[in-house]
């Protein structure tokens, strides 16, 4: 597999994450969103971010010069239909996802494979939205934030996708210094499941809004267990209530499994709009 | 199961069975007991054995030796003492069944059996997902490994304490640890 024609659609968080790291591997990317500014924004924070690496000695002028040539913004019709990955990281909204892909299944070369880098829908369902023709090159692809120092990528083989594209794909990240993990199409994936009870157990042993205590457990789950951080501290820094949303998604789609079930408190906290660090008061204040 | 004995005071480490705990403390009424018990719940055995005056959870701990640490009563020598043997104690008020990281831990270990025997990943991308995705220092089943009989102790005991089915041992683990 080779991969040199890239477009990453949405400019946000993810997005630009996406898009410079694919630009740091010298592949063509051609950044795509709905609103200049954000992309004017996103394509300042790339080069700024490049900058810096400059200045710490980690890259040269000389090949931060080349990333730069390689990063383009334009518009979904005008980005290059022969493409050979297509990376979507907009908004967590199935209509408005399932509206794009369609889009994207008429826009570009049927060889082109497209991708999802959603967190929380079934890469099945989203895969509804193109051709049959289409199905075996739609896949999900999960990254990390950030993108260009978190190694994973999340592998995701939905129904219709075919094997050797994931195999393909897994090899060609692993090429590139990524670590993927290869996983089939079932709610929050790997990480976004496994990592549940690193929330919802510690809930559970404090129970109650006590902030001396939730330090205890971050000071606990940090020295005992060699985490980098614990887990409300890491909770107010996520955002509550993304984490909460995420949490109730993923007991939804299982059904309501007790494992995966929300804390009162978590509810709580976001009925006061106690989101964590972005509203100066989470589990701990920030004024 | 190795018990020190200094003094007045007893300490146990290891692990074994709730009732081979208590027997301990029934046959060391006029000592000073400090004891780990990783997987049950402290709070039990302190309403039961007034002599019990710390608990302590090892069995989970890494190279680094840090382990979590309820104190009902300081005691110079039994501090003394844990750092002879190089561990490193982390204070907590909080007595919780399972403590704070093995209840934590053995839940994320479950999960990750139960992904296992869905067949979401295999177990290498499993644990590789939790390193490299959100900077676990070691994958579900690195931490598992060996210890599955513990895993599945504190599962159980969680189980028979809340009644609550979050804490289902997943056939699978139960099969690796049988």
Same mark, same amino acid.
């Given at each position: 597999m080779n991969l040199q024609r890239i477009v990453v659609i949405g400019a946000g968080t993810m997005g630009s994450g996406i898009a410079q790291w694919f630009a740091q591997q010298m592949c063509y990317v051609e950044l795509v969103d709905n609103s200049e500014d954000q992309l004017k924004r996103s394509v300042q924070s790339i080069h700024s971010s490049w900058d810096k690496l400059v200045e710490k000695g980690k890259l040269t002028s000389c090949q931060v010069g080349q990333m730069k040539q390689f990063l383009s913004t334009c518009t979904l019709e005008k980005a290059n239909p022969k493409s050979d990955l297509v990376i979507e990281a907009i908004i967590e909204d199935l209509e408005i996802k399932k509206t794009l892909f369609k889009k994207l299944d008429s826009l570009f070369d049927k060889k082109t494979i497209l991708s999802s880098n959603t967190s929380s829908f079934p890469i099945t369902l989203l895969s509804e939205a193109v051709s049959d023709e289409r199905k075996p090159n739609f896949i999900g692809l999960h990254f990390f934030n950030p993108a260009t120092i978190m190694l994973l990528v999340e592998v995701i083989k939905g129904l219709r996708t075919d094997a050797t594209l994931c195999e393909s794909l897994y090899q060609w990240f692993e090429l590139k210094g990524k670590k993927p993990a290869l996983c089939k199409d079932?709610? @929050? %994936?790997i990480v976004n499941r496994v990592a549940r009870n690193f929330y919802g157990e510690p809930l559970r042993i404090v129970d109650n809004d006590d902030e001396q205590k939730f330090k205890e457990v971050d000071t606990i789950l940090k020295e005992?267990? @060699? %985490?980098?951080?614990g887990p409300f501290e890491l909770m107010d820094l996520i955002g509550i209530d993304i984490n909460y949303s995420v949490t109730h998604s993923v007991w939804e789609a299982f059904n309501q499994e007790p494992r995966f079930a929300p804390h009162h408190l978590q509810k709580l906290m976001v009925d006061s709009k106690r989101f964590g660090r972005k509203s100066k008061k989470g589990f701990y204040p920030y004024d | 199961m190795t018990n020190y004995e200094i003094d007045n005071i007893l300490i146990n480490f290891g692990f074994a069975s709730k009732e081979e705990k208590k027997e301990i403390l029934r046959s060391n009424s006029q000592k000073k007991v400090f004891m780990d018990l990783t997987c049950y719940d402290p709070n039990e055995f302190y309403n039961e054995f007034p002599q019990l005056k710390g608990t302590f959870a090892a069995l989970f701990c890494d190279d680094r030796k840090k382990i979590e640490l309820h104190l009902k009563e300081k005691n110079e020598l039994f501090l003394q003492q844990l750092t002879r043997l190089e561990f490193h104690p982390v204070e907590t008020s909080i007595v919780s069944c399972g403590f704070i990281f093995p209840r934590t831990i053995v839940q994320i270990i479950n999960e990750a059996y139960f992904a296992l025997e869905e067949k979401v990943a295999s177990k290498e991308d499993i644990n590789r997902a939790m390193k490299f995705g959100v900077n676990y220092p070691l994958g579900p089943f690195d931490w598992a490994q060996g210890k599955e009989k513990l895993v599945v102790t504190l599962l159980d005991e969680l189980l028979l304490k809340t009644n609550d089915q979050r804490y289902r041992c997943c056939s699978l683990l139960r099969n690796d640890f049988f």
């Open positions: 079932s709610p @929050g %994936f005992v267990g @060699g %985490f980098k951080m | -």
